[in-house]
């Protein structure tokens, strides 16, 4: 008879949390934004300022206005970091409400 293994537990370091909210004021309005760390996602998302994925795992933001009481899930955005920044001078992008029609 073999002896009887231990297993040992996996756990691993713990699963990184989003930042904390912050609330943003711009010409475009007062806006809620968090970060996300990129060990923390695990889907892909389109940023509406370039109109790119944001793979899983990459870094990003998530920003939402601030002005809506109870705003759903919907109405939350991920952003490039660089993007968000950005998004005064550039406009919307190809795919994205409100942006230019597709080429075609």
Known sequence: MSPRRTRRERSGPPAP??????????????????????AGTAKTYRCPGCDQEIRPGTPHLVA????????????????????????????????VPGGSPPRG
């Open 17 to 38: 949390v989003p930042g904390p909210e912050r609330l943003e004021s711009w010409p475009d309005g007062d806006w809620v934004v968090r970060q996300q760390p990129g």
């Open 64 to 95: 939402w206005p601030a002005d809506g009481v109870n705003v759903g899930i919907d109405e939350r955005r991920h952003w490039h970091r660089a993007c968000w920044q950005n998004r005064l001078r550039r406009g919307p992008q190809r795919g």
